[in-house]
């Protein structure tokens, strides 16, 4: 399966299929179609699959009419993403990226970390 094919496919279950760059060793979820360092690994191998955990960090959250969404940073990848929340109510400070309930491919996540203390 081509990248785009394994992220989609992996979404689908709840897995998290990154890349990682072989040149600057950096890992990404989900993935850019070229890394950062494009012109140090030109002719070195390129972005291989990486299977990551699928959880993360939550390091920022915003309510509104459509949801609640997070900024994680899944354990294993050096860049962040926007997810989500299944449970729109649950506060915390970690998650698990979950499977899509209608099949469509999508970051959704679980709050499965201690909870997240509002500041007055």
């Known amino acids: 399966l081509g990248p785009l094919l ?19 060793e950096r890992t990404r979820f989900p ?9 140090r690994y030109a002719g070195a191998g390129g972005l291989e699959p990486k299977s990551l ?15 609640a969404f997070v900024l994680v940073r899944f354990d294993g990848a050096d860049n ?3 997810c989500r929340l299944a449970d729109p109510a649950a506060r915390g400070t970690r998650g698990c990226l979950r499977a899509t309930a209608d099949g469509l491919p999508g970051l959704i996540l679980d709050i499965v970390g201690e ?6």
Do not use: K, Y
């Open 115 to 120: 909870g997240i203390e509002s500041i007055r």
């Open 53 to 67: 955990p699928g959880t993360g960090v939550v390091l920022c959250r915003t309510d509104g009419q459509a949801g």
């Open 31 to 39: 993935p850019d179609r070229v890394c950062h360092c494009q012109e």
């Open 80 to 82: 962040a993403a926007v």
């Open 6 to 24: 394994q992220l989609l496919a992996g979404l689908r279950r709840g897995l998290a299929i990154g890349r990682r760059c072989t040149a600057c």
